[in-house]
């Protein structure tokens, strides 16, 4: 199994998407975004990269399943075929690898605040162990931290009162959450061995990354991709 985090550089996309945009509903040129997925897929070796339009669901998709030419939507994607990449875009939510090396299982998972509170997480953890997965591990990706990612503070009540861990201020002293907090939190609850390579990466902090909140509606995608030896 192997996975990998992608930046801004090394695509084709100028302007507010430049350039590794991965992402195809932000306003960028679709040829473009065509040519970065194709780079990206070209760098990991993948057959196929399939990828899923995530609406912010607790919902989990098997990749092989799909029909070739079809983007699922979902906000998980695993795999259990090998050559095939599953890849997740996000801009300041927070992007999380799973993988099963023993069984040959992996994924994908798209989870900001409300992925936080409807579970996507747990549910991708729990359709892995569905298919016998033992151990798994998980890498958690960049994303908007909680020094920076304020909300009104009933909202931010609301999240907490289902993730307590995910509780924070920001450093402007208002209400906040800390998405990766809570992700960390859930998968430790159901035993995953978390490493996470974004804690010191904020999205919004850091113009390395595609931020929505410092970039707005056009701001391009950053993604994770998991893949299974052949
Ligand atoms: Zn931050």
Redesign the pocket.
């Known amino acids: 199994m192997s996975y990998a985090f992608t930046d801004r550089l090394g695509g084709v996309s100028e302007g507010p998407w430049g350039s590794l945009n991965l992402g195809t509903s932000n306003g960028d040129d679709p040829a473009r975004v065509e040519g970065n997925l194709q780079r990206l897929g070209d760098e990991l070796g993948v057959e196929r990269l399939v990828r899923m339009t995530q609406v912010h669901s607790a919902d989990v998709v098997w990749a092989g399943d799909a029909a070739p030419d079809e983007i699922p939507v979902a906000d998980a994607l695993l795999t259990d075929r090998p050559g095939i990449g599953v890849l997740v875009r996000v801009a300041d939510c927070t992007p999380v690898v799973l993988a099963a090396p023993e069984e040959s299982l992996a994924g994908v998972v798209h989870c900001g605040r409300e992925g936080l509170v409807n579970g996507v997480v747990a549910a991708a953890v729990r359709r892995l162990r569905d298919r016998g997965a033992t151990s798994i591990a998980a890498w958690i990706g960049p994303r908007?931290?909680?020094?920076?990612?304020e909300l009104p503070v009933d909202l931010a009540d609301a999240v907490a009162a289902v993730v307590p861990q995910s509780r924070s201020t920001t450093?402007w002293g208002t209400a906040a959450i800390d998405v990766g907090a809570g992700v960390v939190s859930q998968l430790e609850a159901l035993g995953v061995d978390v490493t996470d390579l974004g804690a010191d990466e904020?999205?919004?902090?850091h113009d390395r990354w595609f931020s929505y909140r410092r970039q707005g509606q056009d701001s391009g995608r950053f993604g994770a991709v998991a893949v299974i030896a052949p």
């Open positions: 908007a931290c909680g020094r920076c990612y450093s904020c999205t919004i902090e």
